[in-house]
T-cell receptor
């Protein structure tokens, strides 16, 4: 089975940095995805990591450590529009995604 | 059409009724998926299709059925709805199903309430 854990909620101030952690135990590993989901909307793709290390994409970065079963999503220079849920998803041996419950980030002025 | 569409947007349904949720994509993606999203549980895979003509069971398939007659359409049917099927349903598609990097694109969702 799959076990993916991430914090339920986080709050940060506009302009600050927030790090969302994700730990996983899965049957096989073919990469880890991060998705963003605004309230009432569909999830949209943010990042993909399959090798250890940091992937940077503008204000968002994602890190992976396969040996530790750990990833984080780093959001820098937070903006109000970054208030959303962030979903960690692991691609397992059968190439299907297993999702964590999501972390709701609230950005305050 | 651009991307994935789902219909209806929302529906209130009496328990015991039959309901089909529609999903259409125009990206010529081979793989399609149905998820349900419940508070505190995240997205859970109901059924999937790796290519037209094939389907498979996901994590929570009981009470649901799917068909994939062509590349574009992937309807999800609840044969006899029960209140525990109250959820938000998302359809998704990806270019392929057998590669590690396989970004899934999601439809806007259907909010279903079973009374």
């Amino acid at each position: 089975g799959q076990n993916i854990d991430q914090p339920t909620e986080m709050t940060a101030t506009e302009g600050a940095i927030v790090q969302i952690n994700c730990t996983y135990q899965t049957s096989g590993f073919n990469g880890l995805f991060w998705y963003q989901q605004h309230a009432g909307e569909a999830p949209t793709f943010l990042s993909y990591n399959v090798l250890d290390g940091l992937e940077e994409k503008g204000r968002f970065s994602s890190f992976l450590s396969r040996s530790k079963g750990y990833s984080y999503l780093l959001l820098k220079e937070l903006q109000m529009k970054d208030s959303a849920s962030y979903l960690c998803a692991v691609c397992s041996n059968d190439y299907k995604l297993s999702f964590g419950a999501g972390t709701t980030v609230t950005v305050r002025a | 059409i651009a991307g994935i569409t789902q219909a209806p947007t929302s529906q209130i349904l009496a328990a015991g009724r039959r309901m089909t949720l529609r999903c259409t994509q125009d990206m010529r993606h081979n793989a399609m998926y149905w998820y349900r999203q419940d508070l505190g549980l995240g997205l859970r895979l109901i059924h999937y299709s790796n290519t037209a003509g094939t389907t498979g069971k996901g994590e929570v398939p009981d009470g649901y059925s799917v068909s994939r007659a062509n590349t574009d359409d992937f309807p999800l049917t609840l044969a006899s709805a029960v209140p525990s099927q109250t959820s938000v349903y998302f359809c998704a598609s990806s270019k392929t199903s057998g590669e590690p990097y396989n970004e899934q694109f999601f439809g806007p969702g259907t909010r279903l309430t079973v009374l």
